[in-house]
């Protein structure tokens, strides 16, 4: 983090106010946070909280939105969470996003526009995420299987990407959430980094994994959700006793009719 006299970048970026600076930082490490959150992660009074809220909100450093849900929603209203917004997140992105940008435009255009620029720009996207994902493969290898995903998101978060493991909502597997994103801004035009990053993960697990959401396109935190092992196993094998049940009965129909030799 660079610094600016005798306060950090950030800190100006949102009023030059350490608490206010903290309530800012902790939305970037756990992504949207409702109040009461925000409070007993930080040891303030919910009152306290709303007072810093407002604030940020007023300088355009966070917005309040309804709270996502997953799976079935109770009764009563969604909680209201707060997310940082791309004037908040730049406070803590030292990135060259216009240098980015304009580099991978250049790529496209060289490669001749269209299907083919879009394919060059792909590649560069892979092989950007074949040489950042060495250091992720080792935590990876090195853990146990029931930690992989955690041992993935303890990497990312070394990169900055303030990643997290948990247990998705309906218990067939585990959900990695990266509450920050250093290129979300180049994203935006560059889905391929996107795309890349989701192969990236998939590779390094061993598994098929889904992009639930993305800081790209909007969401609060970029989600991926990881299917168990053992559900992984169990939709192989239903896929498998299909399709054995499909080419038995084509056999039989083929034979239908015939006299036995």
């Avoid at 309040?64 to 209201?80: L, T």
């Avoid at 060059?120 to 950042?132: E, P, T």
């Avoid at 994103?181 to 994203?187: E, G, N, S």
């Amino acid at each position: 983090m660079k610094y600016v006299g005798e306060a950090p970048q950030e800190e100006l970026a949102t009023g030059e106010h350490p608490t206010r600076n903290r309530v800012a930082r902790s939305i970037l490490d756990h992504g949207p946070s409702t109040v009461s959150e925000l409070a007993g992660r930080l040891g303030l009074t919910q009152a306290a909280v709303r007072r810093h809220l407002d604030a940020l909100v007023a300088d355009s450093v966070v917005e309040p939105r309804e709270q996502r849900v997953y799976g079935s929603r109770g009764r009563g209203r969604p909680a209201k969470v707060f997310v940082l917004t791309d004037c908040g997140r730049d406070a803590f992105d030292q990135s060259y996003d216009q240098l980015a940008a304009d580099a991978l435009r250049w790529i496209a255009r060289t490669a001749g526009g269209g299907e083919r620029g879009e394919a060059a720009v792909a590649a560069f996207a892979r092989a950007r995420l074949a040489d950042q994902s060495e250091s992720y493969r080792r935590a990876v290898e090195q853990a146990e299987p029931a930690r992989r995903t955690e041992a993935l998101a303890e990497a990312l978060s070394a990169d900055g990407y303030a990643a997290t493991a948990r247990s998705a909502p309906n218990r067939q597997g585990e959900q990695l959430c990266q509450h920050h994103c250093p290129v979300a801004h180049v994203a935006e035009q560059f889905p391929q980094l996107c795309e890349a990053e989701t192969e990236s993960f998939s590779e390094l697990l061993g598994t098929h994994v889904q992009r639930l959401a993305t800081i790209a396109h909007g969401d609060g935190v970029c989600t991926t959700f990881i299917p168990r092992a053992t559900a992984t196993a169990e939709a192989t094998a239903t896929a498998e006793t299909a399709a054995t049940a499909e080419t038995t009965d084509h056999a039989s129909e083929s034979t239908a009719g015939r006299n036995p030799e």
